[in-house]
């Protein structure tokens, strides 16, 4: 959706290194959601952040909603194999049921 | 664990064939989702539903119909499928949210399908 802009499209990163990856909206984001999906399967969930300046973290995988609530940044620390895939961001935007998602971005982690 | 299963993996039709997908959860939500996802273009959300035989269209409906007669059940159908509606299909549920959002939305494997 234009409404939500990911970037960067798509990213090779060699094993180990960091890596970020961006949301952004020009409108306030009520919620927002990061996704993974695995080629041809469908979502999984990762984190959920609602308000602004929040940070949550699993794993190797930080995700982070900006004071404003207008951007969102997921960050991988040294990344493996296994966080290849596709990164999807989902906002509610106060549209009620619906979320709007990102075009998403490819993540190849070359050994 | 939430299950979202579809009821085919792939799929192959002929164009203006009638075409049924079958989306069932497991875990008693109100809420399901019908999306499609093309490459650049992220998810689009065709059509969704807040309750039984409820539904409302999403951004872009055209071509496509639901279904909604049992709670865990939501059909996509393609009344004469088209060259344009080969795509990845995405069935999603979620938990009504008394604050009026969307909610946490668990999706199911999918379905490709390939219109010739």
């Not at chain 1, 290194?17 to 969930?45: A, D, H, P, R, V």
């Not at chain 1, 982070?64 to 290849?84: F, G, N, R, V, W």
């Not at chain 2, 039709?13 to 399901?32: A, P, S």
Request: charged share 25%.
């Amino acid at each position: 959706s234009q409404e939500l802009e990911q970037s960067p499209q798509s990213l090779i990163v060699q094993e180990g290194k960091n890596l970020t990856i961006n949301c952004t909206s020009s409108k306030t984001l009520y919620g927002l959601y990061w996704y993974k999906q695995k080629y041809g399967e469908g979502l999984i969930f990762l984190m959920m952040l609602q308000k602004g300046g929040e940070e949550k973290s699993h794993e190797k995988i930080t995700a982070k909603l900006d004071e404003k609530k207008q951007q969102s940044s997921l960050h991988i620390t040294a990344s493996q194999p296994s966080h290849a895939g596709i990164y999807l961001c989902g906002a509610d935007m106060e549209y009620g049921n619906k979320l709007v998602f990102g075009a998403g971005t490819i993540l190849r982690v070359k050994s | 664990d939430v299950k979202v299963t579809q009821s085919s993996r792939y799929l192959v039709k002929r164009t203006g064939e009638k075409v049924f997908l079958e989306c069932v959860q497991d875990m008693d939500h109100e809420n399901m989702f019908w999306y499609r996802q093309d490459p650049g273009l992220g998810l689009r959300l065709i059509y969704f539903s807040y309750d039984v035989k409820m539904k409302e269209k999403g951004d872009i409906p055209e071509g496509y119909s639901v279904s909604r007669e049992k709670k865990e059940r939501f059909s996509l159908i393609l009344e004469s499928a088209s060259t344009n509606q080969t795509s990845m299909y995405l069935c999603a549920s979620s938990l009504f949210d008394l604050a009026g959002g969307p909610g946490e939305q668990f999706f199911g494997p999918g379905t490709r399908l390939t219109v010739l």
